[in-house]
């Protein structure tokens, strides 16, 4: 159980808590603990806070790390974002087709769209094949590959899944654990994909389908710029470039946390701990070290890294869509963000567009090692061979690479993820918190909401914030389930 802590003690002592990492999630529990009279102190190892839903400027351009739709079911985050953004928070429609074999699809699917995109008989194959997988589903549905294959059918799976979700994750379909699938594209299938082409996603559950979602007017970091401000405002304090270097302990009570950059360090203690690291770093930091079979299981946790080369181009309009899928398996590029299709202002001048292409790669593989202009040049190459531009329509670009962007479900993950959370679950004073921090592959809001409850149970609560994931969505109207009661939902 969580130390629990008052605003109003009776010796008038506010109580610092100490959170590690200024992303999505370690800033809502400081907002949320400074918001309820508690003081947070936020330690960030970068300069910026957002963590991978910062924005970043260069030469006046703002520039996502990955296009970041702000959609939620969770009251209390949907709450959040309209205390901090108010009419700074923009409604986008949603445009974002598949690229696929020199043309463009619609996503989600649109069946004369498809039929004119990939030729009668070829749909016509599909269909059988869909046909095919209803009467003879694969008996397991342990992988990625046999998940789809029995929602879509094995010859739309090699169309659309296969090849786009390769990049992604860098190791075949049949090796990525069917998790994944049943988190990102749950509540999808040919039948409601079929549904939604005639009739529209009636239901709403559908995160996959959405066709409209918010978005701050300057970027995703515009909101969490405001959410720093706002704790410093109330009493916290944010630190940038501090980082934790390790986490003191005695046995299963954190004693402090050590933070600072170089040999410029100093021990904090604070009455309770929240660490949004990535939970493999958070082990290797324990002192003393963590048993070895928890740190061999840190060690077999991966993530997958991303980079992001963004340009700045000449011309107008150059697609409608907020971003493509880049199917197509010629290129490394694997999805193309258009900035000013998510707000105007992420653009400050006339004529020219902004473009973010998105590369997955692993830390140290040849695309993540490479010299950012050779993959800005790399890049203009790749939009003249898609046809969306010539390549000296470019005329400068930056390169953002971002580790740990990815938490991977491979093979074994779930066998380290439960020795981890064993050892995690042990300590009475540290919750960790967010996407990295419980390894899942979380949203912006489920980030949020490990963090909402993690300080509602520093408040008495007893909430289980491992159990937060994406699944979640598909509950959250459900008042039944103690994390959809305490986010209000
Ligand atoms: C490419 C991409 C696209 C995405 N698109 C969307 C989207 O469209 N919509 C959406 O809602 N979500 C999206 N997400 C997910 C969203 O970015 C995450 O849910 C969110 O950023 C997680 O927040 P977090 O605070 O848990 O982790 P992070 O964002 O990773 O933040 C963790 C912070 O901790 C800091 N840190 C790490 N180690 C230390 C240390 N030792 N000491 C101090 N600080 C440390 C890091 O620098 C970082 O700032 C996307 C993610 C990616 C990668």
């Not at 699938?181 to 005639?198: C, D, P, T």
């Amino acid at each position: 159980m969580q130390p629990v802590i008052t605003s109003n003690d009776p010796d008038g002592t506010r109580h610092h808590v100490l959170v590690a990492g200024a992303g999505p999630a370690g800033l809502t529990a400081a907002y949320e603990l400074t918001h309820r009279g508690a003081s947070a102190i936020v330690f960030e190892r970068d300069t910026i806070v957002g963590g991978h839903a910062r924005t970043a400027v260069f030469q006046g351009y703002r520039f996502d790390m990955g296009g970041h739709r702000f959609f939620t079911k969770i009251r209390r985050v949907q709450e959040i974002w309209d205390e901090l953004m108010g009419d700074d928070m923009l409604r986008v429609k949603r445009l974002s087709r598949i690229y696929y074999n020199r043309r463009f699809f619609r996503y989600p699917l649109q069946i004369g769209n498809v039929l004119r995109g990939l030729g009668l008989w070829n749909s016509f194959l599909i269909g059988l094949s869909y046909l095919y997988a209803l009467a003879f589903p694969c008996p397991a549905e342990d992988t990625f590959e046999q998940w789809i294959i029995n929602r879509f059918g094995r010859r739309l799976y090699r169309t659309f899944f296969k090849s786009y979700t390769e990049k992604v994750w860098g190791i075949p379909c049949d090796q990525i654990g069917a998790d994944w699938a049943s988190q990102r594209i749950k509540g999808l299938s040919m039948r409601k994909a079929l549904l939604h082409a005639v009739v529209g996603d009636r239901s709403g559950t559908s995160k996959t389908l959405i066709d409209e979602f918010q978005y701050p007017r300057l970027g995703p970091g515009m909101l969490w710029e405001r959410m720093a401000d706002a704790i410093d405002r109330d009493g916290g304090a944010t630190h940038l470039g501090s980082s934790v270097q390790r986490i003191l302990r005695d046995g299963d009570q954190v004693t402090g946390f050590v933070v600072g950059q170089g040999d410029n360090v100093n021990t904090m203690t604070g009455s309770a701990y929240i660490g949004s690291m990535p939970m493999s770093v958070a082990v290797r930091m324990m002192d003393p070290p963590a048993p070895d079979e928890v740190l061999d299981a840190a060690n077999a946790l991966n993530h997958r890294d991303f980079l992001t080369v963004c340009v700045i181009v000449e011309g107008e309009d150059l697609f409608p869509d907020n971003w493509i899928y880049i199917h197509d398996p010629t290129v490394h590029m694997g999805r193309l963000q258009n900035f000013k299709n998510w707000s105007a202002e992420m653009v400050p001048e006339e004529g020219r567009s902004s473009l973010g292409a998105e590369y997955f790669v692993t830390r140290g593989d040849e695309l993540w090692s490479m010299a950012d202009s050779d993959l800005v040049a790399m890049t203009a190459r790749e939009l003249e061979q898609l046809g969306i531009l010539d390549a000296d329509q470019v005329v400068d670009g930056v390169v953002y690479r971002r580790a740990n962007a990815y938490p991977v479900y491979d093979g074994d993950y779930k066998q380290h993820l439960q020795t981890l959370e064993r050892f995690f679950r042990r300590f009475s004073n540290l919750q960790m918190v967010g996407r990295s921090g419980l390894h899942k592959y979380n949203n912006q809001d489920h980030s949020m909401l490990t963090a909402i409850l993690a300080v509602e149970n520093l408040f008495g609560a007893h909430h289980d914030v491992w159990a937060v994931n994406s699944d979640d969505e598909y509950h959250e109207e459900d008042s039944s389930r103690p994390a959809a009661r305490a986010a209000g939902a």
